[in-house]
């Protein structure tokens, strides 16, 4: 009977957890698409995009050691 107790007792907590980190995630969400238009955050991918790809060259030429983090 404790055994029983202690495996149903946490589910409503992850339950619970599982509501409130769902609703964070959509707020976080919603405010994101509403705070930056499709159009500037497209520029901002290609932006990064292009950094990326001429780090990436200039460490190919260089010949710089790739390091991950």
């Keep these: 009977m404790i ?20 609703s964070h995630l959509l707020s976080v969400t919603r405010q994101r698409v509403m ?19 001429a780090a990436g060259t200039v460490a190919w030429q260089n010949g710089i050691p790739a390091t991950v983090s």
């Excluded at 055994?3 to 409130?20: K, N, Q, S, Y």
């Excluded at 499709?38 to 950094?51: D, I």
């Design 35 to 53: 705070e930056v238009p499709p159009n500037e955050l497209a520029k901002q991918t290609c932006a990064q995009a292009r950094a990326a790809v």
């Design 3 to 22: 055994t029983g107790a202690v495996l149903v007792g946490p589910v409503p907590f992850v339950l619970i957890g599982l509501g409130v980190g769902s």
